[in-house]
């Protein structure tokens, strides 16, 4: 190890990481399969109302808006269908975000500390990392079911933090969503909005322009040092 990458490994106690749309590329599935059930059910809406109400939300949440702001309650069985059918799209079809591996590898051989946090059910996360491969290097999860108050809430980063033993003003969130984002900032935390999952791909993006993005997991290394250097990223 050199001492550029030791360096780098102590400006952080921690990296954590969310799941969909930032380690697997799952955000269109999860919303093809939202979309065609809700359908089935009468309640019409496009990938657009995905992305702006639902992306990083748990299921609870947007259950909740489908009955609040449309008008309409699912019957109690349609999480556990949802669930089944998105699981079997991400056995044949879900990929791991491009570079992510190496990047991974690259924290490892450098000592950083990592782990998940995420919106997601544990069943759910846990067979979406082993289906992409990335579960040994992730052995670290931590999800939505653990604390009082999902995204945008800070719970579930902070939780994240006091259990793997780091400063929340040492730990660093690549997100994806906007609530996650939020969340990140409210732990006090540094945020890292990463911007190359399929489901951003065409989306006008709404973002704080003080916080760094990263479209590209072969990116990494180069916006650590900026962000270590104190450089805008």
Request: hydrophobic letters at 50%; glycine letters at 8%; a negative charge.
């Amino acid at each position: 190890m050199d001492g550029e990458e030791s360096g780098m490994a102590r400006d952080w106690d921690l990296i954590i990481f969310d799941c969909d749309g930032v380690l697997i590329d799952s955000e269109v599935l999860s919303a093809e399969v939202l979309i065609e059930l809700l359908a089935a059910e009468g309640i019409e809406i496009d990938i657009d109302h995905v992305r702006r109400n639902f992306l990083g939300r748990s299921f609870p949440t947007v259950a909740r808006h489908i009955r609040e702001e449309l008008g309409r309650a699912l019957d109690p069985a349609f999480e556990a269908l949802y669930r089944a059918r998105l699981l079997e799209r991400f056995e044949t079809e879900l990929k791991p975000m491009a570079g992510i591996a190496s990047a991974l590898e690259r924290l490892a051989a450098q000592g950083v500390p990592v782990c998940v946090a995420t919106s997601s059910s544990p069943p759910r996360v846990a067979r979406s990392l082993d289906i992409v491969g990335l579960a040994a290097a992730l052995p670290h999860v931590f999800t939505a079911s653990q604390v009082a108050r999902g995204k945008p809430a800070p719970d579930l980063f902070l939780f994240a933090a006091e259990k793997m033993g780091a400063a929340p003003g040492r730990s660093l969130v690549i997100e994806d969503s906007l609530p996650g984002l939020e969340a990140a900032v409210a732990a006090g935390m540094t945020a890292v909005r990463y911007t190359g999952g399929s489901h951003l791909a065409t989306a006008t993006l709404r973002h704080d322009p003080a916080l760094p993005l990263l479209a590209h997991w072969d990116d990494l290394p180069a916006l650590l040092e900026r962000l270590r250097a104190g450089a805008p990223a």
